[in-house]
């Protein structure tokens, strides 16, 4: 995969990262609050952290010291 297709990637990661975000500060503001629903969400979240790290590393050349 090209750059293009890596940040392409990366901007579309980032963009659900937030939706998520957006999506556990609603159940949160929720009178009741599904506490499992917040769980499976947030792991979800740190899944798609680790792929943008990922891709941003692809992104990044790697430096022979």
Avoid at 15 to 20: V, Y
Avoid at 28 to 45: F, G, P, S, V, Y
Avoid at 52 to 63: A, C
Wanted: proline share 2%; hydrophobic share 40%.
């Amino acid at each position: 995969m090209n750059d293009d297709g890596y940040q392409q990637q990366l901007e579309q990661l980032k963009i659900e990262h937030r939706d998520l975000d957006d999506s556990i500060r609603a159940l949160n503001a929720q009178t009741l609050i599904d506490q499992l629903q917040i769980a499976r969400l947030k792991k979800k979240k740190l899944i798609l952290k680790d792929r943008i790290r990922r891709v941003k590393d692809q992104l990044v050349p790697d430096i022979i010291a």
